[in-house]
């Protein structure tokens, strides 16, 4: 294991520990979804470059770039999607959110809140 | 009952079957002597059943019973259901019947003979629910056959008993070793259960009840099966295994008992009933239990008694039914009370009646008064004290009897015409065989010799050898038989006359039949539904959960008993690392997640959780075909919950805590269970050639590297092709389930 | 012998296969299954010709040798199972031409039948535990679409229980497979038969032929394991429950037989007594539940219980004798049970229900109907000559012979209330005068009352030939119980 | 080796925080994030785990689950959309 | 010569190179490529793939400067993520397009997003305006600005 | 690891037949997917060769052979016909649920003896 | 209401997803992957398919009606199963063909490969049916 590899696995680990951080502190999903998608790209982005560097195998080096690829490109489009679903379902932003040019658009449907906690008291059945 | 008189062209063919009976019995009557067996290249030799016949004395009598009478039922029953449409069906039964019975008089096989028995047991319950849109018909109908195969099953215990003592189901081998069955610690157990057989067939008390509700079957039957033929099959077997099971003081105690309760309880109820069908039933259950106390005695004089009784009842009893019969079938009125006067307007009937009656009262010259005084000697012969209150009881019961044949054929007959009960003879077809049968009682009575030497002496000869030496004959002189049974049919007679006093406060003797055995049968039965309702209603009680919990417990309580203390484990945590440990938690974790959430999506969440982890572990644990594959499946899993789950209501039943702690520990106990036994396995060295040879020949013979794709398409390759069977009939499954609704209309449920 | 041992998988799959293929066309799927029951039917008989003439048939699949191959074992007992539910199936395809509605004919009623019959046959011929396992689930996944085609609310409602718990006792047998495994490293029933009487730990063994027991046991339907199966065979149509009576519990007690003769015979002293009690209690519960029932097809589910008793009641007693009686009683209860199937279909046809009380005169309306559904009562009450009399004497004289009295008496008076309750069926639904104007028409079609004839005739058949098919059963259970004849014509 | 050591419990830390999120929620967004997050740390592992055995094998599963993932996340989303129309 | 088919002249030469060296390997079509651009950079007069080669360089422009602002944002992100006080103003801003293929529309939102601290949550049916959500918007005006200018610029450049 | 995993094994088993015998249809449905899990771990802790790391069963390039210390294959075959039968049994069993929700109207299964009364 | 990012990422992935897929189950004899990996990521494509578009646009996309598919691939199994029995050897044995292609990455043609092909269609056809048939009816629904 060369310095190299080594450093570019920590520091991929090191993102993705931060996405996780990200999704624990931050205070809307919103928010989180921000700095867990890019954290996650890089993160991953740097754990496959280690990986590639350490195995120098040209079959792995390409699989490794297309896993980069595969994640610059799907961590978006999922990130997108979610925030409009969550955005159309009434998901809350955080109180500090100062405009919201989206209200316009009838996106936001009422917060509806089957799994909210503030729906109705579910149980353990 | 009274039916349209259709001129029905006698079913001429359906006699021929009796007739070619009778003549065979003829044919081997007169080549007799001896003890000739037939076995027909059929059966089961492994079971030791084996469809062999045994041609002696004995069968020959009942054969020649069975078929001679036969013969006059068939004609008798021809015109008497004229008109009806299930005639045909009717002989098939009766057909069946005969031949069964033939059957059983002549089985040699035990097993053979169990198989005929049941088949009269089937034919009788058919015959007795002829008119079955009656329910009392089919009720009927439906106690003889419960009592008579209940009884049936006992004795076929009885038999496979018998047998394996024996060695073979052979009753000649089994004859043989009498000696060692009696003294064979079985052999009580099996008394009483071919015991049990005999009497539910032959009605003796306690099982006498369903006799007289079979008279519900049209007369021929109750002419035919219920007196001369089937109810005397129980006697014929004891016969048959007295030189097997008697003379032992249980045999003598059982029958002697048996016998001698039902002969005056049958004689009692006879006299009080007033159907005229009745009466003659009550005085067969009382001819049977004189039979079976005859066998239970033994002794030659015994078995000759019972050999003549039994031949001469036959014939008076048929004739009394057929004769029955008519008066039923023309009148449409069966109580006694209300006949009357009928002798002028039909003189062949009450002729066949008379005949018939003299020999119920058997005194006279009738064969069945010599019958009677043979029981007399025989009961006159036993031991101790016993022979005075058996003499006694006999006597009583042919006082009884007596009364019994007077309320038949006195007022009926001989009382004032009466202009609302009008009826005349019938065709020849109906009233000659009653008449045959009646006259045969005074002929043989007063000429028995041709008939004993042929048939009733070589019968008892087959019984008990020591019963060839005596001869019947109906004048003994003047004795003290002869003398008491004068005295006893005088009573009789007595009685009948001043029945108007004693039949009124007799009838609260008829409340006491409430506690009889046919209300403890009845209880039995009724007990037993309500308590199968009761058992089903807790058992299957529709909860799912009740039925998983009774699988829990009961795999818990079987694993752990097997397991006792042959199981041993070995902790070793020192081989992990970190991270391995920590997914396992993640895994357990997330379960509990699961279990716990309230909310759907958040188990849904959380088990995509274990799955990931799962895969994981399939990761650090090389095995990376399947981590790819849990991956895939995991996600696919969680799509289609989503998909399902989102239409499904929130949780909202809380199951009350006392049972959510029960199934928590149960649950738990039950994976300690589980992880005791994966441990203990775990344990055990195996054997590790399987990964070997698949190692070995991956590559070399199925050109695969990758060892688990190849055991999947190539090794165990039977494996994936059921596996893809059952994941595409899974998808039709989910597309006929979505797609095929039940049509509103188109379907009842 | 390879292409025989092979068929009986081969056929019912290809003709799934081409019924699928044929999905948009129900009539090419009517003649598919037509032919392939057909077709499955010869080549089974030919098979148990095979069989008895010249012993254990065996094929390593793929041709890798044993253990390391998955082998198909054809012995006496596994041709005589294959041949019956062949005949079966036939009979129940002609009678579902006849019954089986538009609707599930289009969603794919034949190819699952097809399928339901490939899991069955696969069971009856695998060598291997595990390839035991995949063939449950193909029975079962068809079974289960089997159950719930036709989406009525009564069969969501009974399918649910049904998959529910054949799906728990299928997770209990992939553990057995699996503890097993641990234990010897082997998945080849031969090679397991070897080696289990070498391990260590006796008591762990046991326990694991436990785990067989329940999850064998909840397939067969024993008790306490049994709820599935009255709450869930009365909903299907008829044809379907009529094939379900007559094979798929009958699966899990050839397993049970197959298991528990061959593999877990080291602690018979606790398993097979243990074995003749659940008999006993099967036996009655079984009965007692079809006493306190009012409708024709539920009667007749609780019966297949008490049954079921009776054949495992064989394998507790654990004789060679006991076990060809209980050979004998399988054979003979898989046709009498489905023909009493198909003759409620065919009540339920003229009458348009199963409950008792609204039924009646049809022994004068259908006099054959009639006569058919006595042969196959009566068998089932052991009513001499049929099949099921010999069947029960069989156990009777085994039972007498090891001294097991308790059992006989069990087993006799549940035949008590066997009769009982199908001379109740009798009374009700053919004696007694139809309640009501008579519903529905008196004629059949033709192709339902040939199978149930035909089927009724094979009860007859089993009864005359008695001797015959015990001999069979006979040699069928010495090769049973000659584990070392098995071992060896397997691992050659 | 410790790198290998060190990434593994960074790893496993981030785990348990996206394991916090996943059970705390509260939305269904915030649990699918949750999820898609864990599985985007199990690509991780999987790449930790190869370099640590320097066998590429793994890769594949590791790209198969960046797929299939996303799928997930998407059908999520779908699921969102919809439940807000109905 | 339009660009793509510039590019396609690349492949091709990069195809060359590899063969030219013996070994078809990741590596050397790599090095060929660069070799390729190279040859149509100094031949673009001539061969008149000035189109190709002048979209190359703003497409390398591009790379550069969204990598930037990903580390750039990322170190902000991750100051504010470990540090207990919360420093983000968030909001969601409408930012209008000037982009009108689905793959300009795709790519500059794909690009947003992935840039720590701003996420595309929708594009108007019409394609005319695309709401961003960003963690630090001081000033919603500033931040259209810097979008437009920086990453829709740099596309439409490279696309137009 | 060989201590750990049966322990699992225990839970998931404990957790799903807890789960199975809820009176809500998810819940029963949940408690198979777990017990699923729990039985292709059983089979995945029988291995022969134990638990291996980095061993998988893949004969390298150049080889004819796996290695010495390569993971039993044939768990993980097992396993995974066990888990796509599994995916599709479970399949049709959600569909079956959500079906029976349709026409039963709950998904509280003591409302659902109407069959057995 | 589906997302105009997602349809146009969606042109890129699904093909490349379904590239993936074949590849998976090509090379699953000698890597990991197989009939089964590689007939998930076809019905993932597809389930992508499905989300970007609607369910009613993925039925017309696909040519095969889903049963026909699983026919096809059960047939295909016992195909490749009964071939072996022609030459008188036992079901599913498999029989293999060598490709004149360079020795190393040879590339061998087989009854198992075929089997595995029809492992493929089977998983894809049964999954397209289990997906569309729920998507379908959920839409049905509005
Ligand atoms: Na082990
Ligand atoms: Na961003």
């Not at chain 2, 039902?262 to 039979?291: C, H, P, Q, R």
């Amino acid at each position: 294991m060369n310095i190299l590899s080594s450093a570019l696995l920590l520091t991929g680990c090191a993102f993705l520990f931060l996405a996780a951080m990200g999704i624990v502190r931050m205070p809307d999903l919103y928010i989180r979804m921000s700095s867990s998608s890019k954290a996650v790209s890089l993160g991953v982005g740097f754990v496959a470059l280690g990986l590639a560097v350490h195995m120098n195998d040209s079959g792995v080096t390409t699989r490794a770039f297309l896993l980069i690829v595969l994640f610059l490109l799907k961590a978006p489009v999922a990130a997108h999607m979610l925030g409009r679903a969550a955005y159309m379902n009434g998901v809350p932003l955080w109180e500090a959110t100062t405009v919201d040019d989206m209200k316009a658009c009838d996106l936001g449907g009422a917060p509806v809140g089957e799994d909210t906690a503030a729906g109705t008291p579910a149980n353990g059945g | 009952m009274t039916h349209t008189r259709a001129r029905s062209r006698a079913p001429a063919a359906f006699t021929a079957l009796p007739l070619g009976m009778l003549a065979l019995f003829v044919w081997l009557a007169a080549t007799g002597g001896g003890t000739r067996v037939v076995g027909l290249p059929f059966g089961a030799e492994a079971l030791g059943f084996a469809l062999s016949f045994r041609l002696d004395g004995l069968s020959i009598l009942f054969g020649m019973l069975i078929s001679a009478i036969g013969v006059l039922v068939y004609v008798y029953a021809a015109s008497y259901l004229a008109g009806r449409d299930d005639q045909a069906r009717f002989f098939g039964w009766l057909s069946l019947f005969m031949l069964a019975m033939i059957g059983i008089v002549t089985a040699e096989n035990l097993i053979a003979l169990f198989i005929f028995w049941e088949l009269t047991s089937l034919a009788s319950w058919f015959l007795i629910g002829m008119d079955h849109e009656r329910s009392e018909a089919r009720g009927a109908a439906l106690q003889a056959l419960l009592v008579t195969a209940g009884g049936g099953l006992a004795m076929l215990a009885g038999f496979v008993m018998l047998g394996s003592m024996a060695g073979s189901f052979e009753l000649s081998a089994i004859q043989q070793q009498g000696d060692a069955i009696r003294a064979h610690a079985h052999y009580l157990p099996v008394l009483l259960l071919v015991a049990a057989g005999a009497f539910t067939k032959s009605a003796q008390v306690p099982f006498h009840f369903w006799l007289p509700s079979a008279m519900e079957a049209p007369a021929p039957v109750s002419a035919y099966l219920h007196s001369a033929t089937m109810v005397k099959a129980g006697v014929f077997l004891l016969a048959r295994l007295l030189s097997v099971l008697g003379g032992t003081p249980q045999w003598v105690a059982l029958l002697g008992v048996a016998g001698a309760v039902t002969m005056i309880t049958g004689a009692v109820l006879a006299v009080l009933a007033s159907d005229i069908k009745k009466i003659l039933a009550y005085s067969t259950v009382s001819a049977l239990g004189s039979l079976v106390l005859l066998i239970g005695i033994g002794s030659p004089a015994a078995v000759y008694a019972a050999v003549v009784f039994l031949f001469a009842h036959a014939l008076y009893k048929a004739a009394l039914f057929m004769a029955g019969g008519i008066i039923d079938h023309e009148t449409g009125v069966r109580d006694v009370e209300r006949l009357s006067g009928l002798r002028r307007s039909m003189p062949l009937t009450a002729a066949a009646a008379i005949l018939g009656a003299l020999s119920l009262v058997s005194f006279g010259p009738v064969l069945s008064f010599a019958g009677k005084e043979m029981v007399v000697l025989a009961v006159a012969g036993v031991g101790a004290g016993w022979s005075t209150l058996l003499q006694g009881l006999v006597y009583t019961t042919s006082m009884l009897l007596a009364t019994a044949a007077a309320l038949v054929v006195f007022r009926p007959l001989f009382g004032p015409p009466d202009p609302s009960v009008r009826g005349h003879d019938p065709s020849p077809a109906m009233w000659l065989p009653p008449l045959l049968l009646g006259a045969s009682g005074v002929v043989l009575g007063l000429i028995p010799y041709g008939i004993t030497r042929v048939l009733l002496a070589p019968a008892a000869a087959a019984i008990h050898p020591g019963a060839s030496r005596l001869h019947v004959s109906l004048w003994h002189g003047v004795n003290l038989p002869l003398i008491m049974a004068a005295v006893a049919t005088a009573a009789g007679v007595v009685l009948f006359l001043t029945r108007s006093a004693w039949r009124r406060a007799a009838g609260a003797l008829a409340a006491i039949s409430r506690f009889g055995p046919e209300a403890a049968w009845n209880a039995l039965l009724r007990g037993a539904v309500s308590y199968a309702g009761w058992q089903t209603r807790v058992l299957q009680n529709g909860y799912l959960r009740s039925y998983l919990l009774f699988i829990i417990v009961t795999m818990v309580l079987l694993v752990v008993t097997a397991a006792g203390d042959g199981i041993r484990f070995r902790f070793a945590i020192n081989d992990t690392q970190f991270h391995e440990i920590f997914f396992s938690a993640v895994i357990v974790a997330g379960a509990l997640v699961a279990v716990r959430s309230r909310s759907r999506l958040g188990s849904v969440a959380a088990l995509g959780a274990v799955g990931y982890s799962v895969a994981l572990l399939y990761i650090l644990f090389s095995a990376p075909d399947l981590a790819m594959t849990q991956f895939l499946i995991e996600t696919l899993t969680v799509i289609l919950f989503v998909l399902v789950i989102y239409r499904l209501p929130r949780y909202a039943i809380l199951t009350p805590p006392a049972e959510r702690r029960r199934d928590i520990a149960l649950c738990a106990l039950t994976g300690v269970v589980i992880a005791g036994l994966v441990l203990a396995a775990a344990h055990e060295a195996a054997d590790p050639s399987l990964a070997r040879f698949y190692g070995a020949n991956s590559l070399e013979k199925a050109h695969g590297r990758n060892i688990v794709n190849v055991i999947l398409v190539d090794f165990r390759a039977l494996d994936t092709l059921g596996e893809i069977t059952v994941v595409g009939v899974a998808a039709i499954g989910v597309l006929a389930l979505l797609r095929l609704r039940p049509t509103a209309a188109g379907r009842r449920s | 012998m390879n292409a025989l041992l092979t068929l009986p998988i081969v056929i019912p799959m290809l003709g799934g296969a081409a019924s699928l293929l044929a999905w948009r066309s129900r009539t090419v799927q009517r003649a598919i299954a037509l032919v392939t029951s057909a077709a499955l039917a010869g080549s089974t008989i030919a098979l148990l010709v095979l069989v008895r003439a010249d012993g254990i048939a065996v094929i390593d699949v793929g041709s890798w040798p044993a253990p390391f191959g998955i082998v198909l074992v054809a012995d006496l007992f596994s041709a005589l199972m294959l041949t019956v539910s062949a005949v079966i199936w036939f009979a129940v395809v002609i009678y579902s031409q006849a019954s089986m509605d538009r609707g599930r004919e289009a969603y794919g009623y034949y190819p699952l039948l097809s399928f339901l019959m490939m899991g069955v046959c696969g069971a009856f011929l695998t060598g291997d535990l595990f390839n035991l396992y995949v063939w449950f689930e193909v029975m079962l996944i068809s079974s289960f679409v089997l159950m719930a085609l036709g989406g009525e609310r009564a069969q969501m409602e009974s399918a649910l229980k049904y998959v529910t718990l054949n799906l728990l006792s299928s997770a209990l047998f992939l553990a057995g497979v699996g503890l097993l495994y641990s234990v010897t490293g082997m998945l080849n029933m031969a090679a397991l038969a070897q080696r289990l009487g070498g391990v260590g730990q006796s008591g762990l063994v046991s326990a694991i032929a436990m785990l067989f027991l329940v999850a064998f046991g909840i397939k067969a339907a024993v008790f306490p394991l049994f709820f599935w199966l009255p709450a869930s065979y009365h909903t299907p149509p008829a044809a379907t429950s009529a094939i379900f009576a007559g094979l798929l519990t009958k699966v899990g007690v050839y397993a049970l037989i197959r298991v528990f003769t061959l593999l877990f015979v080291q602690d018979i002293a606790f398993t097979h007594n243990l074995i003749l009690t659940i008999a006993g209690l099967t036996m009655v519960t079984g009965v007692l539940g079809a006493v306190a029932q009012n409708e024709m097809r539920r009667i007749l589910s609780f019966h297949i219980i008490s049954q079921i008793g009776y054949m495992i009641m064989g394998l507790g007693l654990f004789t060679r004798f006991a076990l060809a009686a209980s050979i004998f009683y399988i054979v003979h209860h898989m046709v009498v049970k489905t023909n009493l199937f198909l003759v409620s279909g065919v009540v339920h046809r003229l009458r348009g229900t199963y409950e008792l009380k609204d039924l009646g005169g049809l022994w004068r309306s259908n006099p054959l109907l009639g006569a058919l559904f006595l042969i196959a009562a009566m068998s089932l009450s052991g009513i001499p000559p049929l099949s099921g009399f010999f069947a029960k004497l069989g156990l009777i004289i085994a039972g007498v012979d090891s001294r097991q009295f308790l059992i006989v008496t069990v087993a006799l008076v549940t035949g008590f209330f066997t009769l009982f309750s199908m001379a109740k069926i009798w009374n009700e639904v053919f004696w007694k005068a139809a309640p009501g104007p008579a519903a529905g028409g008196s004629s059949v079609d033709l192709r339902m009352t040939l199978p149930i004839g035909a089927l009724a005739a094979v009860t007859v058949a089993i009864g005359l030939g008695a001797s015959w098919l015990f001999d069979v059963s006979m040699d069928a259970a010495a090769q049973m119980l000659d584990r070392n004849a098995y071992i060896e014509a397997v691992l050659r | 080796m410790n790198v290998i050591a060190i990434c593994f419990a960074i790893l496993c830390a981030a785990t348990l925080l996206a394991f916090v999120r996943l059970v705390k929620g509260p939305t269904i967004a915030d649990r699918v994030v949750a999820l898609d997050l864990l599985a985007i740390i199990s690509v991780g592992v999987i790449l930790v785990y190869d370099a640590a055995t320097s066998l590429p094998v793994f890769l594949d599963a590791a790209i198969v689950l960046a797929l299939v993932g996303f799928a997930g996340t998407v059908a999520f989303s779908k699921y969102l959309e919809r439940r807000r129309m109905r | 010569m339009s660009a793509s088919s510039g590019f396609l002249s690349n492949l091709v030469l990069a195809v060359f190179w590899a063969l030219a060296s013996g070994r078809v390997t990741v590596g050397t079509l790599v090095v060929g490529f660069v070799a390729g651009f190279a040859t149509i950079f100094v031949t673009q007069r001539a061969t008149g793939a000035e189109a190709y080669t002048y979209k190359a360089w703003r497409a390398v422009i591009l790379l550069l400067v969204f990598i930037r602002e990903l580390i750039e944002a990322n170190l902000r992100l991750a100051h504010d993520v470990l540090t207990p006080t919360h420093h983000m103003r968030p909001a969601i801003v409408a930012i209008p397009l000037d982009a009108r293929t689905d793959f300009e529309i795709t790519l500059l939102a794909n690009l947003i997003t992935l840039t720590p601290g701003t996420l595309t949550l929708h594009v108007a049916d019409d394609r005319s305006v695309l709401y961003i959500h960003s963690v630090y918007t001081p000033d919603a005006d500033e931040l259209r600005r810097s979008v437009k200018e920086g990453l829709e610029r740099r596309i439409l450049e490279l696309t137009r | 690891m060989l201590t750990v995993l049966p322990l699992v094994i225990g839970a998931l088993y404990a957790m799903g037949l807890y789960m199975m015998l809820r009176r809500s249809m998810v819940k029963l449905i949940i408690g198979l997917a777990l017990i699923g899990h729990a039985a292709n771990l059983l089979i995945f802790v029988a291995a022969t060769s134990g638990l291996v790391r980095g061993g998988p069963p893949i004969i390298a390039a150049g080889e004819t052979r796996p290695g010495p210390l390569v993971a039993d294959p044939v768990p993980q075959a097992l396993i995974l016909t066990a888990i796509v039968i599994g995916f599709g049994v479970l399949a049709f069993a959600l569909v079956l649920f959500h079906r029976t929700y349709d026409s039963v109207g709950t998904d509280d299964l003591d409302q659902m003896t109407t069959t057995e009364r | 209401m589906s997302s105009l990012i997602l349809r146009t990422a969606a042109r890129f992935l699904i093909p490349l997803l379904v590239l993936f897929s074949f590849y998976t189950l090509f090379r699953g004899h000698n890597q990991p992957g197989g009939g089964f990996a590689g007939g998930l990521l076809a019905a993932t494509a597809f389930a992508l398919y499905i989300f970007a578009w609607d369910a009613a646009a993925a039925r017309r996309a696909l040519v095969v009606d889903p049963c026909v598919l699983i026919g096809t691939g059960l047939m295909l199994a016992l195909v490749a199963g009964l071939l072996p029995m022609v030459g008188g050897r036992e079901f599913l044995t498999g029989i293999w063909a060598k490709l004149p292609l360079s020795e190393q990455s040879g590339f061998a043609v087989g009854t198992p490969v075929l089997f595995d092909v029809g492992v493929y269609l089977v998983i894809v056809g049964s999954s397209l049916l289990i997906i569309t048939s729920l998507t379908g009816e959920e839409e049905e629904r509005h």
